[in-house]
Each structure stands twice: as structure tokens, then as C-alpha cells.
């Protein structure tokens, strides 16, 4: 609601038109949204307004609905309940510029200049410009950065805005028949691309070796093909355009088809899950003796894993149990023995760092997930 109601609140303030708020279709809509969400509302009464005897981040007798519409929002912006992990108000701009890429030092470009623009105008009205997008983003810009629980994807609300800026950015360019600042813009935007292909090249010859020839047909095609259209004959601005798709197109499919894919084996919880179904193992007789997260697992099990004690594991017969080696070390002090045992490597996969993606550093990182059977 937050998103979609800053940048028109930006729109009604710069065009002076607050009276449409009071048109029978906005009220309409309103009453749409009510009825839509009212699934929602009746989940979280259920689940949380009808148990008050639940405690939640440590404290009982919450209010779901309360929750969803105030609390969740204003304890991610002070960090209490959920928790700190960042005061860098400048996280979101650093994020930016790897989030946008190829496309970052134009977004970059088209918030400068329109900024310069409502700052020369004096912000007073005119019919061909807009505000909704320029407000939007930096509201909402201000609001997360503020925020003391922070994550990259907070970012993903803000893009669609940024495209539509740079979109129109663009055009301008093209409009005003600005030789000398498109020059500039295209070196860059080829620089870009060099980036891309050196990063692009060491994805899949160095940090995940590709392992079928058929691969490397593919990328060579597909390097041929990008550079065939950068020296493609045309206009500097239609070059932009033309570059500026390749380095997107080249760089998500490396990540999306090769980089990821390998990526995700060194996530212990989703690999377990696909040993667990090639041994047809049943996700109902699975536990854990410690409250670690176990999200992977959970979600690829589509089976939340059960808490059990170690005095409560041993009253149990002919189950498995899913633990990481310190886990392994209390089982086997307490005087558990096992005749089955999976490993599977495990790495904190949304936290990368030089030592993983280098391979020949990357087993001293590693970690150990085990899925263990009690018989």
C-alpha cells in the first residue's frame, strides 16, 4: 500500500489534483482491496488473534491482523522484534548498483537529470513532465534506508520505477540529439559489457567449471552473437539500446542457467531433500534436535522439519534426523548409534565471499549437513 501510494501521492501533489481521490471509482477500488485481502485477515485471526497463549518473537497475546498492518512494517523500519542487521544507510545504494546492472549508470543519470530538472522548475507544474516515478523512488529510497533490518530484495519495489525513469531518459536522449553525452554513454555501456563477459567467462571456466562440451557451444554462440551486434553499423543511441540488452540478456542467463543452478548444491537443505526423495524417505519421520532454521529442507520437503528432544529421540524408533556436525557430536555423546547416514555440503549460499567462489579455498568453507537414521 506503502508503494503504490507514495508516488501518487507525489503525482496528486505535483499536479495539483487531490480532488480525484474523491471519485466514486477510487472509493470502488477501495472496497475491491478490502474484500480481496479479507482471506488473508481471516488466516491471521485464526491463527494468531484466536491464541493468545502463543509467543512470538517473545511475547504473547498478538494481534495478526493488527501485525500485518502496523507492526511487521514499523519493527523492520526500528529492528525490534525481528532484529538489527544493518545501520549503512547507504546499503540500498550500493545494492542499486549491482541490482540494476547493465542499466545502472543510466538509471543513475536519468534520476540526476530529472532532479536537476524540478530543481530548476522550482517543482511548479508542468504538463510534460511527471513526478509519480522521480517521487516514488526516493520516498521509498528514504523510508528503507532508514530501516535497521535490511535485505537487497527490499530493493525489487523500487525497479520497475527506476525503469520507467531511465526509459524516458533515454528517449530525451534521442530527442534532443545530445552526440557528445550519448558518446560518453556508449563507452560506458561497452565498458559495462567487457565486465560482463570477463565475469560471465569466470563463472564458467573458473568458480563452476562447465562440465558438459555442449555448454561451452552455447556460450560461444552466444558471445558471437553479442559481438556481431556490437559492431553492428548503426546510430550511437540505437547502440546504447542494442549493448545494453546483450550485457542483460548474456549476464542473466549465465547466472540463471549455469551460476545459480550450481550455486543451490552447496545449499545442504535443498540437496537433502532430493536425497531424501531418491530414497524414498518419509518427510513425516524426519526431526531435528535443535531450534536451527531449516527453511531449505522445510520448503523443498513442502514438510516443516519437527523439533524433538535427544531424550524424546530416544523413545522414538525407525526415524531420521536432520543435524549439522555439532548436532552429529550430541547424538553420538548421548549414546546414539546409526546404521544410515546422507551428507550433503552445506554454505550460507546468500552470503558469498572470495573464499567459496575461488575453488581451490572453497572446502575450507564448506560445512556438513547429515540426515541420520535411529533404527
Not at 549503512?88 to 550500493?94: A, I, K, L, N, Q
Not at 573464499?355 to 556438513?368: A, E, G, H, Y
Request: net charge positive; proline share 3%; with cysteine.
Amino acid at each position: 500500500m506503502v508503494v503504490i501510494g507514495l508516488p501518487l501521492i507525489c503525482h496528486l501533489g505535483y499536479t495539483r489534483k487531490w480532488n480525484t481521490l474523491l471519485n466514486w471509482k477510487v472509493l470502488a477500488a477501495l472496497l475491491v482491496f478490502a474484500l480481496t485481502i479479507t482471506p488473508m485477515l481471516y488466516a491471521y485471526y485464526h491463527q494468531f488473534d484466536l491464541h493468545p497463549e502463543k509467543i512470538i518473537r517473545g511475547r504473547g497475546d498478538r494481534s495478526g491482523i493488527f501485525f500485518i498492518f502496523w507492526e511487521q512494517s514499523f519493527e523492520r523500519m526500528s529492528g525490534e522484534g525481528i532484529g538489527t542487521n544493518s545501520s549503512d544507510y547507504f546499503f540500498f545504494f550500493h545494492t542499486f548498483l549491482w541490482v540494476f546492472l547493465p542499466w545502472t549508470v543510466l538509471g543513475i543519470m536519468a534520476y540526476g537529470k530529472r532532479i536537476k530538472g524540478f530543481i530548476n522548475e522550482r517543482l511548479l507544474y508542468n504538463p510534460k513532465k511527471e513526478l509519480l516515478a522521480l517521487g516514488g523512488i526516493t520516498l521509498i529510497f528514504i523510508i528503507i534506508s532508514f530501516a535497521q533490518f535490511k535485505l537487497p530484495h527490499y530493493l525489487n519495489i523500487v525497479i520497475p520505477l527506476f525503469a520507467v525513469l531511465t526509459a524516458s531518459y533515454l528517449n530525451q536522449l534521442f530527442l534532443d540529439q545530445k552526440k557528445n553525452a550519448i558518446k560518453v554513454l556508449l563507452g560506458i555501456q561497452y565498458f559495462i559489457l567487457a565486465i560482463v563477459f570477463i565475469a560471465s567467462a569466470l563463472l564458467c571456466f573458473y568458480v563452476f567449471e562447465f562440465q558438459k562440451p555442449f555448454a561451452y557451444v552455447i556460450l560461444l554462440v552466444a558471445a558471437a552473437i553479442i559481438i556481431n551486434y556490437s559492431l553492428k553499423r548503426e546510430g550511437y543511441y540505437y547502440r546504447i539500446i542494442t549493448i545494453t540488452v546483450c550485457s542483460s540478456l548474456l549476464l542473466n542467463a549465465v547466472l540463471n542457467l549455469h551460476f545459480y543452478p550450481h550455486l543451490l548444491t552447496y545449499q545442504g537443505g535443498s540437496s537433502m531433500a532430493e536425497r531424501i526423495e531418491e530414497n524414498a524417505i518419509s518427510v513425516e519421520n524426519i526431526y531435528k534436535i535443535s531450534e536451527k532454521y531449516t527453511w531449505a529442507l522445510d520448503f523443498y520437503n513442502r514438510e516443516p522439519v519437527k523439533i524433538s528432544s535427544i531424550e524424546e529421540i530416544g523413545k522414538r524408533k525407525d526415524i531420521w534426523v536432520y543435524a549439522d556436525d555439532e548436532d552429529l557430536q550430541k547424538l553420538h555423546a548421548a549414546g546414539f548409534d546409526w546404521d544410515k547416514q546422507i551428507s550433503e555440503d552445506q554454505f550460507r549460499i546468500t552470503r558469498l565471499q572470495r573464499t567459496f567462489l575461488d575453488p581451490s579455498t572453497r572446502k575450507k568453507v564448506l560445512n556438513k549437513m547429515h540426515l541420520v537414521h535411529i533404527y
